[in-house]
């Protein structure tokens, strides 16, 4: 079965930067939208940043300006770049990739710890 593997999170402190990163363990064919989510404690998850296949950026408001998406169609990879991290950032970060055939894909999670 292929399962999404993500990479990077960790401990910061506030104004620190963190870059995560996802891939797929195998192949995964018509990957439409690729994107982040996070859970914070207590909390929905949430959508953070999410790209199309033709290069269509959707940032929350809460990150826009300090996070950047990027994706490899040819690695099956999606990156989140996050600059300027706040303690509201904290939460647990989740990559999808959903097909054009309507499934979908997700990782395990990863922490984000941002101190104050």
């Known amino acids: 079965q292929v399962q999404l593997v993500e990479s990077g999170g960790g401990l910061v402190q506030a104004g620190g930067s963190l870059r995560l990163s996802c891939t797929s363990s195998g192949s995964i064919f018509r990957i439409n939208l690729m994107g982040w989510y996070r859970q914070a404690p207590g909390k929905q998850r949430e959508l953070v940043a999410i790209?199309?296949?033709?290069?269509?950026?959707n940032y929350a408001d809460s990150v826009k300006g300090r996070f950047t998406i990027s994706r490899d169609n040819a690695k099956n990879t999606v990156t989140l770049q996050m600059n300027s991290l706040r303690p509201e950032d904290t939460a647990v970060y989740y990559c999808?990739?959903?097909?054009?055939?309507?499934?979908?894909?997700w990782g395990q999670g990863t922490q984000v710890t941002v101190s104050s």
């Open positions: 790209i199309s296949s033709g290069g269509t950026l």
């Open positions: 999808n990739f959903h097909t054009l055939y309507g499934n979908d894909y």
